[in-house]
C-alpha cells in the first residue's frame, strides 16, 4: 500500500523565522515520484517540486530547500526566513510509476505571523 | 501549450438537487483523468480516474460517478446531492506516454461546491 504522512496538521510561525515540513512516505515501488503542492487560499494547487525515486540530490530555489532520504523514506520541505504570503496549506504526494494515481498527505498548514 | 479547464469554479446546489462538474483539457491527446475532492480542512482524496473514452474506475463508494464522453473532456455527476458533497473538486490530467522529466500532474483550478 501507498500511504503519505505529514505528521504537523498546523505550523504558526513568525515571520524570518525557518520552518520544516516533514513528509514520510511508504511505498513498495523502486519507481516512484514526489512532490510538494502550495494551495493558497484560493484554493488552486501550486506545483512546488518534483523528485523522482533516483534522484537523492537536495534542492534549493530561493528561500526553498527539500531534503530527500530514501533511507528514512522522507522528503522534508524547509523555507528559510519565512514571510506572511508563504501561509498557505502544503500537501507532500507520491505518485507511484506502475499505478499512475497521486497519493496526498493530509496537508500541513503553515501561518506566518507578521 | 496544454491546458485544463474546469468549471464552474464555485457553486451552491440544495440537497437532493442533482450535479454536473465538467473538466476539459486542450493541447494534448490520450491523458489520464482524475477528479478528487477535498473536505473541508481535510486532504485530497482521488474519487476517480480515467485512462481512456468510457473508461472509469472508481476509488471510493459514494453518491458521486463520473463519465468521459470524449478523450479530453472529464464530468463528475451526481444524481443527488447530499450535504457532505460539499466540498472542493479539482480536475487533473497526466500523459503516461512518453513519461516524461516532467511527469506528473496538471490540475484545474477546482469548483467549490456547497450543498445547502
Known amino acids: 500500500a501507498q500511504k503519505v504522512t505529514q505528521a504537523q496538521t498546523e505550523i504558526s510561525v513568525v515571520e524570518k523565522e525557518d520552518v520544516t515540513l516533514d513528509c514520510v512516505y511508504e511505498?513498495?515501488?523502486?519507481?516512484?515520484?514526489l512532490f510538494w503542492y502550495k494551495q493558497p487560499p484560493s484554493g488552486e494547487l501550486v506545483f512546488l517540486i518534483r523528485?523522482?525515486?533516483?534522484?537523492?540530490q537536495n534542492e534549493i530555489s530561493g528561500r526553498y530547500s527539500w531534503n530527500f532520504q530514501k533511507s528514512t523514506s522522507s522528503f522534508n520541505f524547509t523555507i528559510t526566513a519565512s514571510q506572511v504570503v508563504d501561509s498557505a496549506v502544503y500537501f507532500c504526494?507520491?505518485?507511484?510509476?506502475?499505478?499512475?494515481?497521486?497519493?496526498f498527505g493530509t496537508g500541513t498548514r503553515l501561518q506566518v505571523f507578521p | 501549450s496544454q491546458t485544463i479547464h474546469q468549471w464552474p469554479a464555485t457553486l451552491v446546489q440544495p440537497v437532493g438537487s442533482p450535479l454536473s462538474l465538467e473538466c476539459t483539457v486542450e493541447g494534448t491527446s490520450n491523458p489520464n483523468l482524475y477528479w478528487y475532492r477535498q473536505a473541508a480542512g481535510r486532504g485530497l482524496q482521488l474519487l476517480f480516474y480515467s485512462v481512456g473514452i468510457g473508461q472509469i474506475s472508481s476509488e471510493v463508494p459514494q453518491n458521486l460517478s463520473a463519465s468521459r464522453p470524449q478523450d479530453r473532456q472529464f464530468i463528475l455527476s451526481s444524481k443527488k446531492l447530499l450535504l457532505s458533497d460539499s466540498g472542493f473538486y479539482l480536475c487533473a490530467w497526466t500523459l503516461l506516454y512518453p513519461r516524461t522529466v516532467s511527469y506528473g500532474y496538471t490540475f484545474g483550478s477546482g469548483t467549490r461546491l456547497t450543498v445547502v
Open positions: 504526494a507520491l505518485l507511484s510509476y506502475n499505478t499512475d494515481k497521486l497519493i
Open positions: 523528485r523522482n525515486s533516483f534522484d537523492e
Open positions: 511505498t513498495r515501488d523502486t519507481t516512484y515520484y
